[in-house]
């Protein structure tokens, strides 16, 4: 295997306890802080030659959102570092009972095209603030920012530690025949049951950050002009090729004939009335990708915009009204600048029509009524929720972002990100002597024993207290 040799080095120097010391931990860290400062023009550049992404959008994806990332770990990982002191029973208080916040040793982490610098980078900081080695995996599809890794990362980090693998699909079936003691991959469904299916000869646990078809309600109380901006900015940042952008709306006929107008009117205050012209508006990664969405774009109605380029891989902010559920835009996860309306009656229906479909990676719902937005919450399923905008919640590290079902398996984020990449080995360090205590446990067993045992070892239920 020809990466069989990458593998043993980097297990090796995990092995040396290498990584282990904070000091260590937090060197590492503040290089990722380095690169992400003297790196940034070239990020930018770099990822506004794979996908036109404005540098607005890059700043705040690519950078910002990783420096907080970044300056939460650097600010707290002396705490998560710390050993968790446990409850004991009445045999063991004069013990040593905890939690010890282990690293696994050598992870891969696998990141995906749309966010080349953060769905790597924030990985990568949670795996270095657990002590672990890695290997890093960008996309070939943003071929512009996987050199840009491949030939700077290895000049912030530890080569003996941290590498970074390179290619397609080949290399990445190579990379996986070997034994690592974490995978995080990010990307597609059936690309993650193929990672789960390689970690599984192994035993290797792993975290899958995949996708899915995001509903959005909007409910026939809600101010129009403010969802309409929050919608389309969600739908259509980074062109829409966001994972947690909403993948279409479910509202009544009233709604959407309110919406339309208000739809337009939003998507020329943020693009202009060309969208194409617009400083501000991406273009789609690959000919591959854009030849699949503007396939999609057979659904229903074209409400607004439909405009398309191949050579520019340009598609136009598009809102699909009349779509079917049997549609082609409602058969897959869209992964681009299009919005198809589906019509439903009530808030009930939506909450059947969501609760029918995989489990998705966020839900969104829109009322001015905050029951409204709760039923949603409590009556449906999904990785992360977001009342009246969209893709916030994904911006706060005190939140753990991850899948359920479809859309995933694990979380990330904030100390989610280290706790994931940490294994918590449950630890008990007993006192040598005081071995009385330890008789009631010991053959021959009587009755007297076994009601010491009970006494000291037995977990009773906390009575409620009645006020009389």
């Given at each position: 295997?020809?990466?069989?040799?990458?593998?043993?080095?980097?297990?090796?120097?995990?092995?040396?306890?290498?990584?282990?010391?904070?000091?260590?931990?937090?060197?590492?860290?503040?290089?990722?802080?380095?690169?992400?400062?003297?790196?940034?023009?070239?990020?930018?550049?770099?990822?506004?030659?794979?996908?036109?992404?404005?540098?607005?959008?890059?700043?705040?994806?690519?950078?910002?959102?990783?420096?907080?990332?970044?300056?939460?770990?650097?600010?707290?990982?002396?705490?998560?570092?710390?050993?968790?002191?446990?409850?004991?029973?009445?045999?063991?208080?004069?013990?040593?009972?905890?939690?010890?916040?282990?690293?696994?040793?050598?992870?891969?982490?696998?990141?995906?095209?749309?966010?080349?610098?953060?769905?790597?980078?924030?990985?990568?900081?949670?795996?270095?603030?657990?002590?672990?080695?890695?290997?890093?995996?960008?996309?070939?599809?943003?071929?512009?920012?996987?050199?840009?890794?491949?030939?700077?990362?290895?000049?912030?980090?530890?080569?003996?530690?941290?590498?970074?693998?390179?290619?397609?699909?080949?290399?990445?079936?190579?990379?996986?025949?070997?034994?690592?003691?974490?995978?995080?991959?990010?990307?597609?469904?059936?690309?993650?049951?193929?990672?789960?299916?390689?970690?599984?000869?192994?035993?290797?646990?792993?975290?899958?950050?995949?996708?899915?078809?995001?509903?959005?309600?909007?409910?026939?109380?809600?101010d129009v002009t403010n969802v309409a901006r929050r919608v389309v900015w969600g739908r259509f940042f980074n062109a829409g090729q966001t994972c947690i952008a909403p993948d279409y709306l479910l509202c009544t006929v009233e709604m959407q004939d309110k919406l339309m107008p208000a739809l337009r009117e939003a998507i020329t205050e943020f693009f202009g009335p060309n969208p194409r012209e617009s400083p501000d508006f991406g273009r789609i990664v690959s000919d591959k990708q854009f030849r699949r969405i503007r396939a999609l774009l057979a659904s229903g109605r074209v409400a607004i915009g439909g405009q398309t380029d191949e050579a520019e891989r340009y598609i136009a902010p598009t809102v699909l009204a009349d779509v079917l559920p049997s549609d082609p835009a409602m058969q897959e996860e869209i992964f681009g600048p299009i919005l198809p309306i589906i019509i439903i009656a009530n808030m009930d229906e939506a909450i059947d029509f969501i609760n029918a479909r995989p489990r998705p990676l966020a839900i969104y719902a829109f009322s001015c009524d905050s029951k409204v937005v709760n039923q949603v919450l409590e009556r449906t399923s999904s990785g992360g929720f977001c009342g009246n905008d969209t893709l916030m919640h994904v911006t706060l590290t005190s939140l753990p972002f991850g899948g359920i079902g479809n859309s995933g398996l694990g979380k990330y984020h904030g100390k989610f990100t280290f706790d994931t990449f940490s294994h918590h080995r449950g630890c008990l360090h007993r006192n040598m002597g005081l071995e009385t205590l330890n008789t009631p446990r010991y053959p021959p067993y009587t009755q007297q024993k076994l009601g010491l045992l009970t006494t000291t070892f037995e977990v009773k239920r906390r009575g409620t207290c009645t006020l009389l």
């Open positions: 295997n020809p990466y069989a040799g990458l593998v043993s080095h980097l297990r090796a120097s995990w092995l040396s306890g290498k990584t282990r010391p904070m000091e260590y931990r937090v060197a590492q860290l503040e290089a990722l802080g380095r690169f992400l400062d003297e790196k940034k023009q070239e990020i930018l550049e770099a990822t506004e030659l794979d996908m036109g992404k404005p540098s607005f959008e890059a700043f705040f994806s690519e950078i910002l959102l990783c420096k907080n990332e970044l300056n939460v770990t650097l600010n707290n990982l002396c705490h998560w570092m710390k050993d968790e002191y446990v409850d004991k029973n009445l045999v063991m208080q004069l013990d040593s009972a905890f939690i010890r916040k282990d690293p696994y040793g050598v992870v891969l982490i696998i990141a995906p095209w749309n966010y080349p610098i953060h769905l790597f980078l924030v990985p990568l900081i949670g795996a270095i603030a657990a002590g672990n080695c890695a290997i890093i995996k960008p996309s070939e599809i943003s071929k512009n920012t996987e050199r840009l890794i491949a030939e700077t990362l290895s000049c912030y980090l530890d080569n003996d530690c941290f590498a970074v693998v390179t290619g397609g699909v080949p290399e990445t079936t190579r990379l996986l025949e070997n034994k690592f003691d974490y995978i995080f991959f990010t990307g597609s469904p059936p690309v993650g049951r193929i990672v789960m299916m390689a970690a599984a000869k192994h035993l290797t646990p792993v975290t899958l950050e995949l996708g899915g078809k995001n509903p959005c309600y909007v409910s026939d109380t809600c």
